[in-house]
């Protein structure tokens, strides 16, 4: 998968590489190429923000180091029409469908703005190249875009086959299945007065299973009820439905 990250901070993205994220950079499975916006600016002192008509507080990006920018990636795009995903508290909602739906893609673009954000035209004209989605990790407002980018990176590039070493640890956890994960425990199955959960040494996989998914459906009900009614009715047991 090709990801490129346009951003007038391209320190913030040295992040990317660490852990599995970094190695699967190394071993080629992940293409990442990350540009300094500044680089597409052409005065002496490479500015990349204005004034906002209509006035207001805080500045605005000027559309055209964003046009150069884009343009530029778009030259080298391995398709025709890549994603353009530009962060936003003003975007739709980031969530793990989200992810799945963008690592299923040949290549992303990401468009970090910053200050209060990229001049309308600049994102509009982008559509005649890319398909373009503004998107949010939640309500609450970042300085910028780039924070929004290692999360949304992260998400993604841990689904593509070769960047988790174990895919079974994809399987057993949050939203996987709707619900948030069950709770766990490591050794010493006492600790300061604190004990593992019987059945968690029983063996018997089959109980331990049940009681993992009854944890599961109460945390959720106890942390984010949201998820809950979003599920299937049948998607829980008599049992289940108790517990909440
Ligand atoms: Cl994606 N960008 C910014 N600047 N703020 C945010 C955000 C994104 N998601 C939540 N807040």
Known sequence: MRIDV????????????LSLIGKARRDGVLDIRIHDLRDAT???????DDT??????????KPEPWAQAL????????????TLVVPSP?????????AHDFAELDHLVFAC????????????????????????????????????????????GRLIPGVVGNPASLVEESHADGLLEYPVYT???SWRGREVPEVLLSGNHARIAQWRRLEQVRRTAQRRPDLLSGL?????????HAAV
């Not at 052409?42 to 990349?48: A, C, G, I, P, S």
């Not at 343009?71 to 890549?82: G, L, T």
């Not at 939640?138 to 999360?151: H, Q, S, T």
């Open 42 to 48: 052409t005065d002496r002192h490479r500015t990349v």
């Open 187 to 189: 050794k010493p199955s």
């Open 232 to 240: 299937d009715a049948p998607a829980l047991t008599d049992e289940e």
């Open 71 to 82: 343009e530029s990636v778009q030259a080298s795009a391995s398709v025709p029409r890549p």
């Open 52 to 61: 906002p008509y209509g006035g207001g507080a805080g500045m605005v990006m």
């Open 90 to 98: 003003a975007g739709a909602v980031f969530d793990q469908a989200m």
């Open 113 to 156: 703005g910053r200050y209060e954000g990229i001049d309308e035209r600049a994102i509009d004209w982008a559509r005649e190249l890319f398909d373009v989605r503004p998107v949010s990790l939640g309500d609450y407002v970042l300085n910028g875009g780039e924070v929004a980018v290692l999360a949304m990176v992260e998400a993604v």
């Open 6 to 17: 346009v951003s007038i901070f391209p320190e913030y993205l040295a992040a990317l590489d």
